[in-house]
Structures are given as C-alpha cells and as structure tokens.
C-alpha cells in the first residue's frame, strides 16, 4: 500500500468514526426530545433573574414569582428555549392585566424581532375581548386558525391554565378555567413549521405568567388533549372550506351579528358595573378646597401610574391617590372613577383613602412636553409630561430604584424608575447622553429630597429614549488622548535617541578603527623610517651627511609623535576612561612634556553626567585650542576650566602667550574647525585674543537636564545603554567635587 492510500484510508477511518459518534448523538437528542418524560425547562421565578429569557418589546419584571408584562403594546414577546426543538408540550398559568387584549404562549418560534406578530411560530391565547381561547400562526403576520368559547368568560385579573403542544404538524392548546372547565382547540397544518423556541405573548394588555414548563411531547399527548379525537385541517378562511369547496354552513349575517355581540359583551358589562358619578369635577377644581380641610370628592381620570403611587389624570390636571381600595387593581390607561378625601398640597392634591373602579380600558394617554425650567416652577406637578436632559449620573436607588441625574439648561432633576423591569437598558445609558423621558412630574421632597426642584416618576425605563450619544470630547477621553500623545512623544524620542546611540558607536566604531589603521600603518612606517636613518647614519663618516641624517630622523620622530597624538585623539579610551576634564589635561601635558610650560585643569558646578555627544565634541575643539596656543601662542602657562550650570556646560581654554587679532578675516582652519565642531551641538563658541595679551576660547554647550527629569524614562535609557557600550558612564568629572583642581 501506498503512502498516499494509507492516508485515505486513516482519513475516511476517521470521517466515519465522526459521523457515527455525530449520529450517536442525535439519536440520543432526538429520542430525548421525543421519550423522555423528563422536563426540558422549568421556571417557576423565585429568583430574581431573567438571564435565559429574550424580550422583544414589552416591560417584563419578575414579581411574587410571576413574569410579569405591564406593557399594553401590540405584540410582546419574551422567548426561551431552543431553535432546534421539535415535539414538545408548553404549559403556564396565565392572567391578563388589562381588558379587550390576549396573553398566551408561543411555540416553534423563531426569527423573533420586535413588532406585531413578528416572528415565525404557532400562538395560544385567551382574549377578553370575545370570550375565545385563539389559536393561529404568525409569519410576520397572523392568521387565526380557530377561535374557541370559553366557560364561562375570560376575565381580567384570574389565572387560566394554558397548554400548547405541538407534535409532528399537529398543534393543540387548551385552557383550563378557574372553575375547572377546559376548553380546547386543535389544527393540523400540511406545511407546518418544524421546530423553533418558545416563548410569552401579550397583545395590547399586559400579563402575567407563572409556573412555566416545557416538556418532551408524545403522541399519548396528543391523543390525551385531543380525547382522541382526529385533528381537523387547519381552516383559515370562513368562507372556503379545507377541501377549498365552498361552506354550506357559513351564514354572514348570522356570524356578523355574533361578532357583534362578542365584541360588545365586555363593554356592556363594564358599563352595566360602573355608572358615571354626576357629582364627579374637575381635578382642578380641588385647587379651590379650603386649606387643612379634608373634603370628600369624586373625580375621574385616566391612570398614568401605579408604582411607586397611583397617579390620575384629566384634562385639567393631575393629582396622587394613597391607601386605595379596588375590586380589580387598576392599570395605567384604564379610565377610573375615584372617591376619596381630598387634601390641598402646595403645587397639586392627594386623594387618601379612596374607592377606585375602572370605567374601561385602553383610554389615550397624552404627555404634554415641557422644558426643565418650566417644570421647575411646581405647575405641571402630579402630570404626565415628556422633557429632555443630559445626563450627568446614575445610580441604583432603594427598594429595587433605579435613579438618573440630569441636567437642561443648567437646571438639574431626577428621574426614578422601577428597577425590576429595566436593568438591561439603565446599564446601556452613557454619561452626557441626552435623553427624552416621559413621566409624572413630582416637586414632593419625598422624591426630590431637597436636591433638585423636581423629579420624574416613570413607569418603566422603556419610557426613556436616548436622542445623542455622550459627545467624543468628554473628560476621559481627553486625558486618555492626552496619555496617548505624551506616549507617542516619549516613544519618539525614545527611538531618535536610540538611532543617535546606534550613530554614535557607528562612528567610535569607526575612528577605533581608523586609529588601528593609522597605527598599524603610519606610525609603524614612520619608526621603520627611522630606523633605517639610524642605520645609515652609523654606516658614514662623512660629517655633512650626519647632520642630514640627524635632521632627518629629529622630523622622522616628530612625525611620529605627531601621529601618535592623532591616533590618541581618534581613540575614545581616554575619553571614556579619565572623563572630558581629565582627558584634556592628559593631552596637554603630553603636548608639553619636556618643556616650561604650566599647565591647570579645574572644574566647577554642580557636576552631572555629560552625553556622549557633546562631551566628544567639547573634547575634540579643546584639543584644537591646546594645540593652537602650544604650536603659535609660545606660552608660559595653559588654564583649562570645565563649567557646570543649570542649562549648559561651559569649556575654556586660555593661554598667556602672544596673542593674535581675532577677526572674521583672520581666523584660520583650526578656528573655523571648532566653530563647526560646535554648530553640531548647537553650543557658541567665542575666542577672545589681543597681540600680546593671550587667547581664551570658550565654548558654551546647552545641556537637557530639564528635560532628562521629564522624559526620566529616556534618561535612564540612555544611562543603561551607555553604560552597556562604554562599560560606565561617559564623564568621571561627575563625582569630582566642585572647584576641584589639578
């Protein structure tokens, strides 16, 4: 067998070892899904956390171990579950909040997205509005499949046992009274959908969901819901039937006048339930009750808040009702009649100990818009408003509160929400984001506590909308711009320090070895040159040709000496080893070894390392002045002083000897080779001659000790790495005391 079959054959050995455990593991999920007893999900919300549920609309919180939705949109949604899910039951106790609305159950959801009916998946659900438990499927739009009576009624603020099951493409829901009678529906869709995630449903009411669990779905199941009963076809057009025949039984009158009636059952009711007081007024008429003095009133008005007070509206104002009684809790937009003892406040009245009745549901609530200095002034205190600020700050409140400071046209106010329901969207608001809030306008210190003028009470944080985002140019941002340039600055100078070093030892590198050259070449040259003088000279008698090869060889040794200088100045080992002070009176005394001339070194200031750079190039034009005043000046003493100041080192070299005219005109190549050698350290130079009075050269180097304390990082860099190329620091002079002479 070849090496290329080998590996075949190991590859598809492996493949199908994959593809059996891969089958291996559907057939244990999919027998579990449709066998097992065993529950796929359970929650019966103890805890307070919505962690694996999704919403898409809605105000959903958990209380007294309920989901529950205080939102009237059309078409909340909150999914769980799994997209791969196929034959399974769902089941929960559902109340509605609000009339002539559904609440219900979803299942094989998927591809959810906010919006009515925007999903894919099958509903179940009971309506107060015709009596009806409803069954139908959504696709980005719905059609009900069945509609069936429950018994008696569906009311608001009960709780009806809702099952939903789907198996293969038949989907069954019952719902199971308080008084234990159950209604049922059924359908059987050809092209049904094959699985999808389950979830809570509300259509323009809220709701409340307890106990939910879901399950594996059998065919005992089905039969058992069912009663045995077959599955009719699903039938979504009244007029053709599932055969697509026309009905023979469908009579349009007959179903537009039930319609009718289904559809005004409940209105009747609650208009039969609650009569309109005559003796009910204005809530702004309250203004005019006499201080101090309770007064029993009646009024009527549309709720436009329950937590953490009940607060009413009309079209004249607003005012908080406390200690409440009602047979059913009431909801905001649900038109109510209150009675109660009325009490006069600075800026509105609050209704105590008073009867509530809902009159109907689902009346219009608008919010007038205000700005914060109007506001401010207590005349929309207890009224649903809309205003707009930035925000400066937020923070978590007692009981479960979530509280934003905020800030318009430098007036500042609060807002305060219930924190159960809106942790996720409080968490995405940023600092100096504006906002546009709707809520009731409070001036009671009880919210404000004397902070702020006034305060807004919101229903939920949905009712917050963020119009711009916080501004770039923020204070974080600024400082962290900041950083980011001095780190840029102090990463660039780091790098133009790092290539003047590297330019540096390229250039000691390469006098060291010119200097090995030199020496290897010329002055060997020279001392041969010399010898074979010496050897001539001591080969004739001739007194002529002596003394010419006496005067030879005296320039033979001078030459030589003076190569040996050059290549002593070429080499930085006296430099690095001695230091700039030392080194220069080491070149001197060589220079007048022998002779009368004196030579002083002395230092000053506060002595501190000196960079390579200027040090070399300090070294190199005090050479030159050296050689200069030794070779023209015939002087009787050299002074060499070395300067330390705050911001430049100062080098001078003086010489008592004859002196010269210092002009433009008459400086020669060696002043014109200092001059340069100090361009390239932005240092002066100043020479300072008269005939017969000596010569002082003096070279004034600016040195970046302020900005070496700045820039430390760079600065201890520069130490290291000189001290990793030279062996130690460039200038010994820094720990001579000041004044130190030689």
């Not at 002593?568 to 005394?589: D, F, Y």
Request: net charge negative; aromatic share 8%; with cysteine.
């Amino acid at each position: 067998m070849t090496r290329v079959a080998r590996t075949t054959a190991t590859l598809a050995i492996v493949l199908g070892a994959l593809g059996v455990l891969a089958g291996i593991v559907f057939s244990l999920r999919w027998f579990s899904l449709r066998a097992s007893p065993q529950p796929l999900y359970h929650d019966s919300f103890r805890l307070d956390r919505q962690d694996d549920w999704q919403p898409f609309g809605g105000a959903w919180e958990i209380v007294d171990g309920a989901m529950r939705n205080d939102s009237d949109e059309r078409g909340a949604k909150l999914m769980n579950g799994n997209v791969g899910w196929k034959n399974y039951l769902v089941e929960a106790d559902v109340q509605l909040l609000g009339q002539y609305g559904d609440g219900g159950l979803i299942i094989r959801g998927s591809n959810e997205e906010e919006g009515v009916d925007a999903y894919d998946g099958y509903y179940a659900g009971i309506r107060d509005l015709d009596n009806t438990l409803i069954l139908g499927r959504a696709g980005y739009g719905w059609v009900e499949y069945q509609a069936r009576h429950v018994t008696p009624r569906v009311y608001a603020q009960q709780w009806y046992h809702l099952k939903l099951l789907a198996y293969e493409c038949n989907i069954v829901a019952s719902a199971t009274s308080p008084s234990g009678q159950v209604t049922t529906d059924a359908m059987q869709e050809p092209h049904c959908v094959q699985a999808g995630r389950f979830g809570l449903k509300s259509y323009q009411t809220g709701g409340m969901w307890r106990n939910v669990q879901v399950r594996a779905a059998t065919y005992q199941d089905l039969v058992s819901m069912t009663g045995g009963q077959p599955v009719p076809l699903a039938d979504p057009d009244p007029v053709v039937g599932p055969t697509g025949k026309p009905r023979t039984d469908w009579d349009p009158a007959r179903s537009a006048t039930d319609a009718q009636d289904q559809y005004l059952e409940p209105l009747y009711l609650d208009m039969r339930d609650h009569h309109v007081d005559p003796d009910s007024q204005p809530i702004v008429n309250l203004r005019a009750l006499a201080p101090g003095k309770p007064a029993h009133v009646t009024i009527q008005g549309v709720v436009t808040l329950t937590f953490p007070t009940l607060f009413v509206q009309d079209s004249t104002g607003g005012l908080a009702i406390q200690n409440f009684q009602a047979p059913t809790p009431p909801q905001i937009g649900d038109q109510v009649e209150a009675k109660g003892d009325a009490e006069l406040h600075d800026f509105s009245s609050v209704l105590k100990d008073a009867e509530v009745h809902i009159l109907w549901t689902h009346a219009p609530i608008h919010s007038m818009g205000v700005t914060a200095a109007q506001a401010a002034t207590g005349s929309f205190d207890a009224q649903y408003i809309e205003i707009e600020g930035h925000l400066e700050n937020k923070e978590e409140g007692p009981d479960h509160t979530l509280v934003l400071d905020l800030d318009e046209d430098n007036q500042s106010f609060r807002a305060i929400a219930n924190g159960k329901s809106g942790a996720e969207p409080f968490r995405r608001l940023k600092n100096k984001s504006r906002l546009r809030l709707r809520g009731i306008c409070v001036v009671d210190s009880a919210y404000t506590h004397d902070i702020t003028p006034f305060a807004i009470l919101l229903p939920s944080m949905n009712e917050v909308e963020v119009l711009e985002g916080p501004p770039w140019w923020s204070t974080g941002h600024i400082v962290a711009t900041t950083i980011v340039l001095l780190l840029l600055i102090l990463a660039a100078q780091t790098l133009h320090n790092y290539v003047e070093r590297w330019r540096l030892i390229a250039v000691l590198d390469e006098r060291q070895r010119l200097a090995h050259e030199m020496h290897d070449t010329l002055a060997q040259s020279f001392a041969g040159i010399g010898y074979q003088l010496q050897a001539i000279r001591d080969e004739i008698d001739d007194g002529t040709a002596i003394r010419e090869l006496d005067l030879a060889s005296s320039l033979v040794r001078r030459s030589h000496e003076e190569a040996k200088r050059s290549i002593a100045a070429l080499r930085p080992e006296l430099l690095e080893s001695a230091g700039l002070l030392q080194a220069l009176e080491q070149s001197a005394r060589s220079m007048v070894a022998g002779g009368p001339i004196r030579v002083t070194a002395f230092t000053s200031g506060d002595a501190h390392g000196i960079p390579v750079r200027i040090s070399d190039t300090l070294f190199r034009i005090g050479q030159e002045a050296l050689a200069n005043a030794v070779r023209h000046a015939q002087p009787s003493a050299l002074l060499i002083s070395l300067t330390y100041g705050e911001t430049a080192l100062e080098l001078q070299v003086q010489d008592d000897g004859k002196g010269f005219a210092a002009d433009a005109d008459s400086a020669g190549f060696g002043i014109r080779g200092m001059r340069k050698r100090a361009d390239s350290i932005s240092a002066e130079l100043h020479v300072r001659s008269a005939p017969g009075r000596g010569t002082v050269v003096r070279a004034v180097a600016p040195m970046p000790a302020r900005l070496t304390r700045t820039l430390w990082p760079t600065y201890i860099w520069g130490l290291l790495w000189e001290r990793r190329v030279h062996g130690q620091t460039t200038d010994k002079n820094a720990h001579h005391p000041p004044a130190h002479r030689r």
